[in-house]
């Protein structure tokens, strides 16, 4: 069983950078593919950015150019650098990875990002 634990999460003013990070423990030989969502209260989850074992990217539209993914597979990492945030980045963040050749997923259990002056 795959347990997926984020942190780096906070309160940062607009314009102000966090780092994300989520690590994963036991086996994740099967994932191919790590990312982050996002839910803000009344809004259903959403795709932050996603990463492949390609090292294949990709993001959603309102953090192109801001947010930036990457993965440490020896650390079994994912990452998420977020620059120049925005009062509508507030939200909590999640972390998933995902095999998709077998039908299974994990979650991480949130890590609320709050961005406000």
């Known amino acids: 069983q795959v347990q997926l634990v984020e942190s780096g999460g906070g309160l940062v003013q607009p314009g102000g950078s966090l780092r994300l990070s989520c690590a994963a423990s036991?086996?994740?030989?099967?994932?191919?593919?790590m990312g982050w969502y996002r839910q803000a209260p009344g809004k259903e989850r959403e795709l932050v950015a996603a990463?492949?074992?390609?090292?294949?990217?990709n993001y959603a539209d309102s953090v192109k150019g801001r947010f930036t993914i990457s993965r440490d597979n020896a650390k079994k990492t994912v990452l998420l650098q977020m620059n120049s945030l925005k009062p509508e980045d507030t939200a909590v963040y999640y972390c998933?990875?995902?095999?998709?050749?077998?039908?299974?997923?994990?979650w991480g259990q949130g890590t609320q990002v709050t961005v406000s002056s």
């Open positions: 036991g086996s994740i030989f099967s994932i191919n593919v």
């Open positions: 998933n990875m995902r095999a998709t050749r077998y039908g299974y997923e994990y």
């Open positions: 990463i492949t074992n390609s090292v294949s990217t």
